[in-house]
């Protein structure tokens, strides 16, 4: 009878592990090895300074910081720990992750970080960086040309500090730089650049290892295709859902909607006016009046954008410090359309007679510019300034914004608001910034950003920062629209994505559950 | 039949020169360029190499001479945007857009001659008018239109079929090939049906019947054989557009092929690789061109003569592919 019992005891427990080890391979098998995900930029090439996909380069390279959108903190990536040597912001000391390899199995050093720095085209880095002093293969010290306390941040940014592997680089100019450390490494046998990106899990990551083994990016330029594959599950999320299919997406139970609310907002959406050689350059009281006409819940109202915030005024990220409100303003460019038709009576006579035709820029990249530019229009008309709206493509703009420097009066653009705090609004007014579609150019403005970026003095920063935001605003050189939202959608089920305010979600750690 | 085929092949240097100066300075005329596009954060000294790299600190002239010289020593230039060279970036998207072109034709000819050739040899009937009825609604859908429905209907809505890319193997290829084999079928319809009427009529036939052919074998045989050439030319046109790249059926459904390259090129002003891809499209047409005229002389054995003896009675005419279509002269047809 004991013995029996024995049998049968060890019998349930063989069974037990039997079982469970079944029950092991189960949870395994659950989840899909093959995410695919439909993105709506497309990948061109593998050099992660010079291409415009942040969506592959977080899958491919890693940063030297992480910043924690949630927390907004700085944390530890390929560096391990940052600071400034000396009193000025411009020699930087990283302490490097030892045990890291890329791709190829070749070993992360300093002299990587080096080439990859030296070798960044972005301005950002290009007109600070100067040199490194490698110290040890894992200590570093980043020499600027000039002082810098932003440079921290920029190097949160795969574009700007996307760690590439110099042996391979100077070995293979061509594919050499597809190598990084990331969580993915891409499989360029079965890419077709431009198209469908393959890439495989790294299984030799340092960080956590993604559960899922093959990854999938499929540039789908048109949302409602986009939609229609996550519809038939041929893509288990997407980015960017058509503002028309929002709440098709939201009533569909087989899907779920993400934004990149509970994060903050992706995009910054304004007006600015030439003040190079635009029309309305020399008369405040034009732009004014135009700024006091334009409604911006209208604006909100016809992009059809559900997550979007009116701005309040204020040029500065969403939440961001150094940013100036109300109270710092002397000028109320609030929507008031009688105040708006009092401005275009002294706006005349500024001009001494009728006011010039203005031309205004709508990039024809997305349908909701030209629904803002509709907006901008008809409330123009209202106090009767005539607005034609030019359409162009994005070269177009930028050959018109930035390289050519004229041709219009006004334009309707944005810009994504990125991981810190004021990096992307200083391009706004900086002289020679990507982002300056107003194309300003005041040496004052300069001055101040300059001492600011210098300073690593918040107090400081404060200071000059918000007093460059309140000659923005008071001379209405950009009137700004509003906060608006990226979307995306995934199967339900679906887990891992984060849906990042920048607009450029990671889907490093997809996951499916069949 | 060599030197015909070795004048055709020299005929594609004024093809390519003339196709490539159309394209470089159409592309020259639009607003902005690639740089403009990439270089916007790019520091000033980089932007200002590239833009010596390129030759956009030259002038238009310049840069397309400097383009035929690169071409002329087989370099079709590096693209820009992809930072490859064009020639890889045109071969990498090739067998895509082969595959549609042929599945396209495939779906085209299996549908149209059969359809061609009952509504001649039923002339003025109801499958007659029917077929024409057909032909007309299909030339009369655009692919985008009719590229959506069949995605919406077999994808979305019966989850039959893949709505977009290359990646289901031969399931991935039945709608776009049916978006674009529809609107080649309508034109093929109607050329096999108005060859085959004009076949159909002759006495050769007739004697054929009367000498106890069985009347499947006088159209399949006999008529079918002689009306195959002008079905063929229009295949190879149809096929050479194709080869271009279905550019709006690519686009309906993010197909990975040569077209949605170009399209995508030109909005990125990718003066090389939209200029390099034209010339090759250019070139495969040629030789499909080509190829279908050396069908001609397989199919009828006039032209087979005619290119065995140098071409010299079609010369004296108006050329082989005239004679292929009849306008060359009428010596009688072989049954």
Known sequence: MKKRSVVVLVSLLGAAMVLAACGGVAVAADYEEHIVVAIDTKPTNFEPSGNDSSVLNRLVYDELINYNKVTKELEPALAVKWEWVGDEATVLHLDLREGVVFHNGNAFTAADVAYTLSTNVNANIANYYDHCDIQGDYSVNVVLKAPNADFVNLLTNTLYAGVKDKESCEADPDNGSAIGTGPWKLDLEHTIPGDTIELLVNDKYWGAVPTAKRLTLRYIDSASSRLLALQNREVHAMMSVGETDVEAVKADPALEFKSGSGVGPAKYYFLAFNMMNGAAKDNLYLRQAIARAIDNEDVILAVGDEEAEVSDGAMWGYDAPYRASASDFKTDLSYNLDEAKALVEKAKKEAGGALPELHLISNTSKSINMNHCLVIQEACRKIGVNVVIDETDGAGVNAKTKFNAGGYDMIMHNIPLETWPTGVNRLMVKGNGSNNRALLANEDVEKKLFQATASSDPAVRDKLYKEVQVYVHDNAIYVPSYYGSRNGAQLAGVEGIVWANDGYPEFTYATFKK | ?335
């Open chain 2, 1 to 335: 039949m060599h030197r015909y085929i070795i004048k055709r092949v020299l005929m594609l240097i004024p093809i390519i020169i003339g196709v490539s100066f159309i394209v470089f300075f159409m592309m020259d005329m639009a607003e902005g360029n690639a740089l403009d596009l990439i270089g916007l954060d790019f520091s000033e000294e980089k932007l200002a190499e590239l833009y010596h790299q390129y030759g956009y600190d030259r002038s238009v002239f310049y840069r397309y001479l400097l383009y035929i010289k690169n071409l002329f020593h087989g370099s079709l230039g590096t693209s820009i945007i992809y930072k490859k060279d064009v020639l890889d970036l045109y071969l990498q998207r090739l067998p895509a857009t082969l595959k549609l072109a042929s599945a396209s034709v495939l779906v085209a000819v299996v549908l149209s001659i059969p359809l061609g050739i009952r509504a001649a040899t039923h002339h003025g009937s109801l499958t007659d008018n029917a077929s024409m009825v057909l032909a007309l609604v299909g030339l009369s859908m655009p692919n985008y239109w009719l590229g959506l429905m069949l995605a919406v209907l077999f994808a979305q809505k019966l989850h039959w079929l893949p709505s977009s890319g290359d990646l289901n193997g031969i399931w991935s290829l039945i709608l776009p090939a049916i978006t674009v084999g529809t609107g080649l079928m309508a034109t093929m319809t109607r050329t096999t049906r108005s060859s085959m009427l004009d076949v159909i009529r002759q006495d050769y036939l007739r004697t054929a019947r009367a000498k106890g052919v069985p009347e499947k074998r006088v159209i399949n045989v006999h008529a079918l054989r002689n009306a195959l050439i002008p079905i063929i030319t229009v295949v190879g046109t149809e096929m050479g557009k194709a080869l271009g790249g279905a550019v709006v059926t690519e686009n309906v459904f993010a197909w990975p092929g040569v077209g949605r390259l170009i399209i995508e090129a030109v909005n990125q002003r990718d003066t090389a690789t939209v200029t390099g891809c034209i010339i090759l499209t250019a070139v495969m047409i040629s030789i499909v061109q080509l190829i279908v005229d050396i069908l001609y002389a397989f199919v009828d054995p006039r032209l087979r003569a005619e290119y065995s003896t140098g071409g010299q009675r079609s010369r004296r005419k108006t050329g082989p592919r005239a004679a292929a279509l009849g306008l060359a002269g009428k010596e009688g047809a072989v049954a």
